[in-house]
């Protein structure tokens, strides 16, 4: 009979309190449809790890196995990239490569995070791990936790996915505050562009991973797997492979992520006031990224003669392509007749290639 | 100021002109083969 009763009566407040976090994520993949596909198997990961003496975790549970052989070992981020690279379309980043430095500069929340995390007292691994949070891209988020903060995998990680799934709440205040309305009304227009040939298609994943690896071998693996998975899409000879990315692997490996993440928040390791200041720390290292991408498409326009509407900026984080999308409707909003979605979307794609860039550099200099 | 502050804007003073630096190969690199290769009506 005792055996029965033991998950009641080592049930604690602390458990209730974690099925309700575990309740709200579900909630809001759900109700929301925030971020569905990671909230979803988090919250439900989260749940399972937090009825006492659960099968699911501890050194015979299938979550903690899983936890092992793909979250510490690195290999669930680096096959999500594969399939990420698989579904990526870079052509409009190739036409416009420029829009490579509005990516790089939305990534200054990043390293302004890192900053305030150290003066909060968090250690130099542990701030970069909570300043990845800005990269805006969880595999990204994942591998530099797994890397310096393994104790705090659970909540950086929902910490990314939650605000990349609130995009359209955080970004769009951020953007008026910083521009005027006749920034925002700035036409860009979009010219009919040639496409571009296969020849350049296939090497830029190629050209990338070689300069990236040469001056960071550390991001071979986040930025190699990406652009492996770009490779194997536009070489257009393993379509199967290319599908296979897109659908089984992608489908397969959020699936175990997710759950998997979820387990990581066990209530010990939650309910503690570190995880609210992280949480609080990634929501400023996004408004930081949106700042830092619009501020610097302002300084760009005091040099140009042909002006672009600077909430342009704002798309260099990684969100994709929910921030391309949310600049796209400001800009309509302002004016119905002002289409820069392709502009957006360009800036949008510069951000994801930049995000790993900048996680690549955290790690090689964070040692 | 801590070590550990400083340490993080001395992280901060590198990574970002890093950075910038590896996204200027990438464009050059990106430009160049536009150059290089461009559409021909494949």
Same mark, same amino acid.
Not at chain 1, 61 to 86: D, K, N, Q, W
Not at chain 1, 213 to 218: D, K, M, N, Q, S
Not at chain 1, 228 to 244: D, H, P, Q, T
Not at chain 1, 289 to 295: E, H, I, P, S
């Given at each position: 009979?005792?055996?029965?009763?033991?998950?009641?009566?080592?049930?604690?407040?602390?458990?209730?309190?974690?099925?309700?976090?575990?309740?709200?994520?579900?909630?809001?993949?759900?109700?929301?449809?925030?971020?569905?596909?990671?909230? +979803?198997?988090?919250?439900?990961?989260?749940?399972?790890?937090?009825?006492?003496?659960?099968?699911?975790?501890?050194?015979?549970?299938?979550?903690?196995?899983?936890?092992?052989?793909?979250?510490?070992?690195? #290999?669930?981020?680096?096959?999500?990239?594969?399939?990420?690279?698989?579904?990526?379309?870079?052509?409009?980043?190739?036409?416009?490569?420029?829009?490579?430095?509005?990516?790089?500069?939305?990534?200054?929340?990043?390293?302004?995070?890192?900053?305030?995390? !150290?003066?909060?007292?968090?250690? +130099?691994?542990?701030?970069?791990?909570?300043?990845?949070?800005?990269?805006?891209?969880?595999?990204?988020?994942?591998?530099?936790?797994?890397?310096?903060?393994?104790?705090?995998?659970?909540?950086?990680?929902?910490?990314?996915?939650?605000?990349?799934?609130?995009?359209?709440?955080?970004?769009?205040?951020?953007?008026?505050?910083?521009?005027?309305?006749?920034?925002?009304? /700035?036409?860009?227009?979009?010219?009919?562009?040639?496409?571009?040939?296969?020849?350049?298609?296939?090497?830029?994943?190629?050209?990338?991973?070689?300069? !990236?690896?040469?001056?960071?071998? /550390?991001?071979?693996?986040?930025?190699?797997? +990406?652009?492996?998975?770009?490779?194997?899409?536009?070489?257009?000879?393993?379509?199967?492979?290319?599908?296979?990315?897109?659908?089984?692997?992608?489908?397969?490996?959020?699936?175990? #992520?997710?759950?998997?993440?979820?387990?990581?928040?066990?209530?010990?390791?939650?309910?503690?006031?570190?995880?609210?200041?992280?949480? $609080?720390?990634?929501?400023?290292?996004?408004?930081?990224?949106?700042?830092? $991408?619009?501020?610097?498409?302002?300084?760009?326009?005091?040099?140009?003669?042909?002006?672009?509407?600077?909430? /342009? =900026? !704002?798309? =260099?984080?990684? !969100?994709?392509?929910?921030?391309?999308?949310?600049?796209?409707?400001?800009?309509?909003?302002?004016?119905?007749?002002?289409? /820069?979605?392709?502009?957006?979307?360009?800036?949008?794609?510069?951000?994801?290639?930049?995000?790993?860039?900048? =996680? =690549?550099?955290? +790690?090689?200099?964070?040692? | 100021?801590?070590?550990?502050?400083?340490?993080?804007? *001395?992280?901060?003073? %590198?990574?970002?002109?890093?950075?910038?630096?590896? %996204?200027?190969?990438? %464009?050059?690199?990106?430009?160049?083969?536009?150059?290089?290769?461009?559409? *021909?009506?494949?």
């Amino acid at each position: 009979m005792d055996e029965l009763l033991v998950g009641i009566v080592n049930l604690t407040w602390k458990h209730v309190v974690m099925w309700v976090v575990a309740g709200i994520l579900i909630y809001l993949a759900i109700r929301h449809d925030y971020e569905p596909l990671l909230l +979803l198997p988090i919250g439900f990961g989260a749940l399972l790890t937090n009825i006492p003496f659960s099968s699911a975790v501890g050194p015979d549970g299938f979550l903690t196995r899983l936890l092992e052989f793909g979250i510490y070992s690195e #290999l669930f981020p680096v096959l999500i990239f594969i399939a990420i690279g698989a579904m990526c379309d870079f052509s409009p980043l190739i036409r416009r490569p420029i829009a490579m430095l509005f990516g790089a500069a939305a990534q200054f929340g990043i390293f302004a995070t890192i900053v305030i995390a !150290a003066m909060l007292g968090f250690s +130099l691994k542990q701030a970069a791990a909570i300043g990845i949070i800005g990269a805006a891209d969880g595999p990204t988020t994942i591998y530099v936790a797994t890397r310096f903060a393994q104790d705090m995998l659970g909540p950086l990680t929902v910490a990314a996915y939650s605000y990349m799934a609130l995009v359209p709440i955080i970004q769009p205040p951020i953007i008026k505050l910083l521009t005027s309305k006749k920034e925002r009304l /700035i036409r860009m227009e979009y010219e009919e562009q040639e496409p571009i040939s296969k020849t350049a298609l296939v090497l830029f994943p190629i050209m990338i991973t070689m300069i !990236a690896g040469i001056i960071a071998p /550390i991001s071979v693996a986040l930025i190699g797997s +990406l652009m492996f998975g770009n490779l194997i899409k536009v070489s257009g000879v393993v379509e199967r492979l290319s599908n296979a990315a897109q659908n089984e692997l992608a489908n397969l490996v959020t699936l175990l #992520l997710g759950i998997t993440i979820g387990s990581t928040m066990s209530a010990e390791k939650f309910l503690i006031p570190e995880v609210g200041i992280v949480l $609080g720390l990634g929501l400023v290292a996004f408004i930081f990224d949106t700042a830092g $991408g619009v501020l610097f498409a302002k300084a760009v326009n005091l040099v140009l003669k042909k002006k672009i509407n600077p909430m /342009i =900026g !704002a798309c =260099g984080i990684s !969100a994709f392509p929910m921030s391309g999308r949310v600049v796209a409707k400001m800009a309509l909003a302002e004016d119905p007749t002002n289409f /820069i979605i392709m502009h957006a979307i360009g800036v949008n794609v510069a951000g994801q290639i930049c995000s790993v860039v900048a =996680g =690549g550099v955290v +790690l090689a200099l964070v040692i | 100021m801590t070590d550990t502050v400083q340490q993080a804007l *001395k992280l901060m003073a %590198i990574a970002l002109p890093t950075m910038f630096l590896v %996204i200027f190969l990438f %464009i050059g690199a990106t430009a160049l083969l536009n150059r290089l290769f461009p559409f *021909k009506g494949e």
